[in-house]
């Protein structure tokens, strides 16, 4: 049974970088057609896709958090990882880590099957 | 950027049908992915693929996507069935993003 666990500080300033890292356990991050990915969710509203890594680095980007996001992964351990940067009070949101598994039958699509239990993170001075 | 468009809020009583749909122009060339998020926990799957379900989804739980409109069916909606909904795409025709349809509450009178 895969098993994602978000990490890292639950506040931060603002204009300063958020740093969160997703730890993956019950499988390799290496293994199969998965993207590894990160989902906020803004208190009392919906899901917003940030963006998700391939295990051989590939990235790819909500366009309308592109030019703040860096997702990297360290595949020695099973981990990958979120920074965005230049942060304000409209940053603060629920973030999750999952794994979107990709497929093509008759159209190709991601389909995110594992979610970590999510960790808030608050921008506020 | 593609759009996924959801009803805010969907009521029904316990024992009937909840129909959930999602909006999208040419939807039904797309998977449709379908995820119930209760208070404070993380969404869980529970149609993908227009149609399938995940191994632990009950029965009662369906999907179907045709033209504009893909739609999320619960049978015999229960109490614990209370929940936001999304459904999901994955927008080919831009670079591998993903979107999200903007959830709609689903109250169990």
């Known amino acids: 049974q895969v098993q994602l666990q978000e990490s890292g500080p639950g506040l931060v300033k603002p204009s300063q970088t958020l740093s969160l890292t997703c730890t993956v356990s019950?499988?390799?991050?290496?293994?199969?057609?998965?993207?590894w990915s990160w989902i906020r969710q803004p208190p009392g509203k919906g899901l917003e896709w940030i963006g998700y890594?391939?295990?051989?680095?590939?990235?790819y980007y909500n366009p309308s958090l592109k030019s703040r996001v860096t997702i990297s992964v360290d595949t020695s351990k099973n981990q990958f990882s979120l920074k965005l940067s230049s942060v304000t009070a409209a940053d603060t949101a629920v973030y999750y880590c999952?794994?979107?598994?990709?497929?093509?039958?008759?159209?190709?699509?991601?389909?995110?099957?594992?979610w970590g239990q999510g960790t808030l993170v608050t921008v506020s001075s | 950027s593609y759009v996924l468009t959801q009803p805010p809020s969907v009521s029904v009583a316990p024992g009937q049908t909840a129909r959930i749909t999602c909006g999208g122009n040419?939807?039904?060339?797309?998977?449709v992915h379908w995820y119930q998020q209760k208070p404070g926990q993380a969404p869980v799957l529970v149609v993908y693929?227009?149609?399938d379900r995940p191994s632990g989804i009950p029965e009662r739980f369906s999907g179907s996507n045709s033209g504009n409109t893909a739609t999320l069916t619960i049978s015999r909606v229960e109490a614990g069935d209370e929940a936001d909904y999304y459904c999901?795409?994955?927008?080919?025709?831009?670079?591998?993003?993903?979107?999200f349809g903007g959830g709609t509450k689903l109250t169990v009178l």
């Open positions: 999952a794994r979107g598994a990709y497929y093509c039958g008759g159209d190709c699509s991601t389909v995110f099957d594992y």
């Open positions: 019950g499988g390799s991050i290496s293994s199969g057609d998965y993207y």
């Open positions: 890594i391939y295990y051989s680095g590939s990235t």
């Open positions: 040419n939807i039904g060339s797309k998977s």
């Open positions: 693929d227009d149609s």
């Open positions: 999901q795409v994955w927008d080919s025709s831009s670079d591998h993003h993903v979107v």
